[in-house]
């Protein structure tokens, strides 16, 4: 994450975090990764308090360079310039996005306590609050036009049990901003996340009825932290029981998607980390159900980058359409840090952290 070259650390572009790192070089700067680099930053700098320079240029280059005047973030600065609907140039924004970055300001001010981040936390927050629908999902995004749009073309795009780790955005910000509005938003998407479950998983595409890892991970990440927060113990149970429907279904290779029947062996590398902390966090609270924590902690060091620039860094796995992709990820290493962080932690029976989360 320091020295690789994933965080640009000069020119008009200074912090912004790349997506990945191929032998074309990187693609695209990505908002969402960039507000999960703050957090990430942040969460390491308790061993190493020069990491907080390195939250801040992050901040900066989401606040300068993705935030707009709607109080939006747009998604991805592709170096060579296109039109899809994450480009920087169609002018979408996604609300999933804003809340990724949003969080991880609020928690960069709560080390810092710099006051100029006040206000661009006010504004991504109300943007997402406009974003909710009335039964407490999210539209996908808005357009530069102001339309919002919801789709059933892939699981990101539908109203979706993900969207609950927006909570962590709202949350923070409301209580920081004093705000019940925000807090109430928060509680909401929560309430409604739990309604997707079925059979003990969370689905995440309506049409097939089936529940992809990676948003399934995120459902559970958005109810067992808001649920932590609030005291709302049918949040954190209604999180065991997904992350259990992930974790029994581990045998070497953790499946991309599944429903009651089938699995899709394809293994993203990411949700390998993800389900190792939200498993370590369940044992703290003794609410794991299925143990293989170690078994995780051995696939995902497996997968560790061990020489050249790119070295220490995490690849991505195999696509959820079976393509490889071996490249070194920046949110992968993200999520990768924190697990192994909490996972030590766990084994050497120090006080599990929890803030700021990835």
């Known amino acids: 994450m320091l020295n690789s070259g994933i965080q640009n650390s000069d020119g008009e572009h200074k912090g912004g975090i790349n997506s990945?790192?191929?032998?074309?070089?990187?693609?695209?700067?990505?908002?969402?990764?960039?507000?999960?680099?703050?957090?990430?930053?942040?969460?390491?700098?308790?061993?190493?308090?020069?990491?907080?320079?390195?939250?801040?240029?992050?901040?900066?280059?989401?606040?300068?360079?993705?935030?707009?005047?709607?109080?939006?973030?747009r998604t991805r600065y592709y170096y060579q310039p296109t039109d899809n609907i994450y480009s920087f140039e169609s002018g979408n924004s996604f609300p999933f996005d804003t809340a990724m970055g949003l969080y991880g300001l609020v928690m960069l001010y709560n080390s810092t306590r710099d006051e100029k981040l006040i206000e661009p936390i006010r504004r991504m927050a109300d943007f997402i609050v406009s974003m909710q629908r009335e039964d407490g999902t999210f539209d996908?995004?808005?357009?530069?036009?102001?339309?919002?749009?919801?789709?059933?073309?892939?699981?990101?795009?539908?109203?979706?049990p993900f969207h609950s780790k927006l909570s962590l955005g709202l949350l923070e910000a409301g209580m920081l901003l004093d705000d019940e509005n925000l807090v109430e938003a928060a509680i909401k998407v929560c309430e409604r996340s739990m309604d997707f479950m079925d059979n003990g998983r969370f689905i995440t595409r309506a049409n097939e009825r089936m529940s992809d890892t990676h948003p399934n991970c995120y459902s559970a990440e958005g109810l067992l932290?808001?649920?932590?927060?609030?005291?709302?113990?049918?949040?954190?149970?209604?999180?065991?029981?997904g992350v259990d429907s992930i974790v029994k279904r581990f045998y070497g290779k953790l499946p991309c998607a599944f429903d009651d029947v089938i699995t899709v062996d394809n293994m993203r590398i990411d949700t390998v980390a993800q389900t190792l902390r939200l498993s370590v966090i369940l044992k703290k609270l003794d609410l794991l159900k299925t143990d293989k924590m170690e078994q995780l902690y051995n696939t995902l060091v497996e997968n560790q980058i061990v020489d050249g620039k790119q070295d220490g860094g995490f690849v991505y796995g195999t696509n959820d359409d079976g393509a490889v992709m071996n490249h070194p990820n920046s949110w992968v290493s993200m999520f990768a840090l924190q697990a192994m962080i909490m996972y030590k932690d766990c084994l050497d029976g120090r006080k599990l952290r929890i803030k700021p989360f990835v």
């Open 140 to 160: 996908a995004y808005v357009t530069s036009t102001g339309e919002k749009v919801t789709s059933y073309d892939k699981w990101s795009n539908q109203p979706s």
């Open 225 to 241: 932290y808001s649920g932590m927060e609030l005291e709302r113990f049918d949040f954190m149970e209604c999180a065991a029981f």
């Open 20 to 73: 990945y790192h191929t032998e074309q070089g990187y693609p695209y700067i990505y908002s969402e990764i960039t507000g999960y680099g703050v957090s990430a930053f942040l969460y390491a700098s308790e061993v190493n308090r020069k990491l907080v320079e390195r939250a801040k240029l992050a901040a900066d280059w989401l606040i300068k360079k993705a935030l707009m005047s709607s109080g939006g973030v």
